[in-house]
C-alpha cells in the first residue's frame, strides 16, 4: 500500500497542474521531505525486510548464536541504508498532539504536546493554525506552514489503562473486532488491546471496495 501511494503521489508531483495540490494535501512539506517519503529506496528495503520477518518467524527452525549475529548484522545493515534515505528530513517538522486553543481574527492559538523523544512529559509549544485541530488526534506541521495534517489513527497518545501514563502507540493488527496496539519505549504496559471504532473505519476506507476486487 506505501508503495502504491508513494507511486501516485510522485505522478502528482510530476504533472505542472497537479503538483501543487499534491503539496497542499501535504500540508506544503519542502520538496526533500515528499521526495523522502516516496522514495523507491526506502520501500525497496522495508518490503526487503519484511521478507526477511517472514522467513525467520516462520520458516526457520532453531538458530545458533553465529545465525543470530549474521540475521543481527544484516538488519543493522539495511537499518543504515533507511537512515541514509531519511537523514534528518524529520527533524523540523513538528508531530503534535493539540490541547487548549484560543480563536482570534481568524487565527487559532495552539497549546500543543511535541510528540519527540521518548520521555514524558512531552514539551509543550504554540502553534499558530487557520484551521481547527481535535484534541483526539495526532498531526503533523509542516515549518513556516498554518495547515496542520490529521494522520490517520494509526499512531496514538493515549493513557495505558494500568499506570493511566501518557504514551505514544502504534496499530499492530486487529484482533477480532479490538485493536492492538504496541508501544516501543513505554516498556511498563507495551501492549494495549481494546475496541476502537476510529481504527475500524480507517481500515475499510483502506481496503479496496468489492468492485475494485472484482476488478
Known amino acids: 500500500m506505501g508503495e502504491r501511494l508513494a507511486k501516485f503521489t510522485r505522478r502528482l508531483q510530476d504533472d505542472k497542474d497537479k503538483r501543487e495540490i499534491c503539496r497542499g494535501l501535504?500540508?506544503?512539506?519542502?520538496?526533500?521531505f515528499l521526495n523522502m517519503i516516496t522514495d523507491k529506496g526506502l520501500f525497496a528495503v522495508l518490503k526487503e525486510v519484511n521478507d526477511y520477518r517472514d522467513q525467520w518467524k516462520g520458516h526457520s527452525g532453531a538458530l545458533s548464536d553465529q545465525e543470530h549475529e549474521q540475521h543481527l548484522r544484516?538488519?543493522?545493515?539495511?537499518?543504515?541504508?533507511?537512515?541514509?534515505?531519511?537523514?534528518?528530513?524529520?527533524?523540523s517538522i513538528l508531530l503534535l498532539s493539540p490541547m487548549g486553543s484560543e480563536y482570534s481574527?481568524?487565527?487559532?492559538?495552539?497549546?500543543?504536546k511535541?510528540?519527540?523523544?521518548?520521555?514524558?512529559?512531552?514539551?509543550?509549544v504554540i502553534v499558530r493554525t487557520l484551521t481547527?485541530?481535535?484534541?483526539?488526534?495526532?498531526?503533523?506541521?509542516?515549518?513556516?506552514?498554518?495547515?496542520?495534517?490529521?494522520?490517520?489513527?494509526?499512531?496514538?497518545?493515549?493513557?495505558?489503562?494500568?499506570t493511566q501514563a501518557n504514551a505514544v502507540y502504534f496499530y499492530n493488527r486487529m484482533q477480532g473486532n479490538e485493536v492492538r496496539w504496541v508501544s516501543y519505549h513505554f516498556d511498563k504496559e507495551s501492549e494495549i488491546i481494546r475496541p476502537d471504532s476510529a481504527v475500524n473505519s480507517a481500515v475499510k476506507l483502506l481496503l479496496p471496495s468489492s468492485s475494485e476486487v472484482q476488478q
Open 26 to 32: 501535504f500540508g506544503n512539506p519542502s520538496t526533500e
Open 132 to 162: 481547527p485541530m481535535d484534541k483526539s488526534k495526532m498531526y503533523v506541521l509542516h515549518p513556516q506552514q498554518q495547515y496542520p495534517v490529521e494522520l490517520l489513527p494509526f499512531i496514538r497518545l493515549m493513557e495505558s489503562p494500568k
Open 74 to 91: 544484516l538488519l543493522e545493515s539495511k537499518l543504515s541504508e533507511t537512515r541514509k534515505i531519511i537523514q534528518d528530513k524529520w527533524e
Open 105 to 112: 481574527e481568524g487565527i487559532f492559538e495552539y497549546q500543543v
Open 114 to 124: 511535541a510528540l519527540v523523544g521518548t520521555r514524558t512529559p512531552f514539551k509543550q
